[in-house]
């Protein structure tokens, strides 16, 4: 089936993995960046260190280049890991002050710590960043701290982070320098009164009105801890939907969750100017289809426009490294640039911006050079956003499966007929799944729940192997769980659910 699968992709995809680029500054008595390597990747986010571990296990010589200094590029820097954490953070704070008492847990104040807050984020992201570099010693993975690009389609030069220089040799060399926050026309980020993610994560005061330019995945979970922690945000969107790749009923029904929360949205509507000279920031706001201008004020300004590939200064144009009119770069079903012996991963190529599929992508193209078969099918990559309620899915929305005109079944079953959600007074959502009418082929599964992103896997693993929606039925599912609402809907969509 992976082989059929493989057959489908396109000739030509595009190459990333996170935003850490070329770096070097020998690790800890790994060898020296000099010597010939089979593998050399350039970048030490999630997709280039996994990468760069997995070349080591099949037993290649690698080198790890990372301009950052610290491995896990901005997912674990700056994006995944300390917005999860902040998240997590702030939820807990929300829920104490207001859900505990429902639970008969009283107590008379309760209030915000941020430096604290931030504090147990930072130690999150340290910790894990030296427990890669742990990975790599174990690995036996060679680190090199700097910037780098290439000089030949074998030699990285790279520009240490202590001042030096050196260069770096392969036989294979991994593009993995993942993307950057993609910027505005007219809109400046000082990472102080205007933010990109990376300063929304490390804001010293709670600001009063926060307004987000961008109703993605990012944008939604920076506003949402900010949001919990007491600010007005309000979110700006030039299209007339939030999260554009989710499945609309799914959708419409999470935004008037988020709205229930307080935040506010102004969709169909396109920043037209910022003016700074003030205390705050004045947005000049105008329909996305033209019309009377108005005036936003605010506090701080997030831009959440989405992101980038980060191909710049890399020295593609140098070996002839093709790349598409945004700068990704073009790969075959190897992950093999035009350019023999150069590879690309993760963001920097075509498909999901997603931290998960840079590393399946890392996985399959090492794969690949050890003389092995890799594969990553990204119909099946699972999305998640991870506010409260969380938002999960994977494969086609509706929306999709109407336009390839699949005749299809839906099931549908809510979490207030589950009996763990509403024992822990936490009920709000549905599972959604979508399956071939004929066959019973599962197409897609949509998951709004408080865990949706741990529950979203058992429908990952049912796409992946072109299970029916009757196999997820018929499984046994613990009881009491909130996997047993994806049982009842499986169970709706072949047939009919029990608890509802």
């Known amino acids: ?207 009063k009105r926060l307004v987000v330019i961008g109703a993605g995945y990012i944008g939604l979970e920076m506003g949402s801890v900010w949001g919990r922690l007491g600010s007005e945000v309000t979110v700006v969107e030039f299209a007339s939907d939030i999260v554009p790749t989710m499945d609309a009923e799914v959708r419409k029904q999470f935004q008037r969750a988020l709205e229930k929360q307080g935040m506010k949205f102004q969709l169909k509507t396109k920043v037209v100017g910022v003016d700074t000279s003030g205390d705050g920031v004045k947005l000049t706001l105008e329909p996305a289809a033209g019309g009377d201008q108005t005036i936003l004020e605010t506090d701080v300004v997030l831009v959440s426009a989405g992101r980038t590939p980060f191909t710049s200064k890399l020295g593609l144009d140098k070996i002839g490294v093709e790349t598409d009119k945004i700068g990704r770069i073009l790969v075959n079903e190897r992950f093999a640039t035009n350019v023999s012996g150069v590879y690309a991963i993760g963001d920097v190529i075509p498909g999901p911006m997603l931290a998960h599929k840079a590393e399946e992508d890392g996985v399959a193209c090492v794969e690949y050079i050890a003389g092995k078969v890799g594969h990553v099918d990204y119909d099946k990559v699972p999305g998640v956003v991870y506010t409260t309620p969380e938002v999960a899915y994977v494969g086609k929305t509706e929306e999709q499966v109407k336009a390839l005109g699949i005749e299809y079944r839906v099931g549908k079953f809510p979490f207030l007929a589950n009996s763990r959600a509403k024992a822990i007074d936490n009920a709000e959502g549905l599972v959604k799944i979508l399956a071939e009418k004929e066959t019973d082929k599962i197409l897609g599964v949509h998951i709004m729940a408080s865990n949706a992103g741990e529950l979203i896997h058992e429908a990952a693993i049912a796409l992946q192997y072109d299970a029916s929606s009757e196999d997820i039925a018929r499984v046994c599912h613990a009881h009491p769980t909130m996997s047993e609402a994806v049982k009842e809907a499986a169970m709706a969509t072949y047939d009919k659910p029990i608890h509802i």
């Open 1 to 207: 089936m992976a082989m059929a699968s493989l057959a489908r992709r396109k000739a030509y995809a595009v190459v990333s993995s996170s935003r850490s680029s070329l770096f070097l500054t020998t690790f800890r008595g790994f060898a020296s960046g000099s010597d010939e390597n089979d593998v050399v990747v350039i970048g030490g986010g999630p997709g280039g260190y996994v990468a760069a571990i997995k070349a080591s296990q099949l037993g290649l010589k690698t080198t790890c280049i990372e301009k950052r200094g610290a491995l896990g590029g901005t997912c674990l820097n700056v994006g995944c890991i300390p917005s999860k954490a902040l998240l997590h953070s702030s939820h807990m704070y929300h829920e104490a002050k207001h859900a505990f008492a429902n639970h008969g847990v009283k107590f008379s104040s309760v209030e915000v710590d941020l430096a604290a807050m931030m504090a147990q984020k930072d130690k999150a992201v340290s910790n894990l960043t030296k427990g890669i570099e742990g990975l790599f010693k174990k690995n036996k993975v060679s680190y090199v701290k700097g910037y780098g690009k290439f000089v030949s389609p074998s030699e990285v030069s790279v520009d240490t982070l202590d001042g030096g220089n050196t260069v770096v040799k392969g036989k294979h060399i991994i593009i993995a320098t993942g993307s950057d926050v993609k910027s505005l026309p007219g809109v400046t980020i000082d990472e102080k009164k205007i933010v990109s993610s990376t300063g929304a994560l490390a804001l010293t005061e709670i600001p």
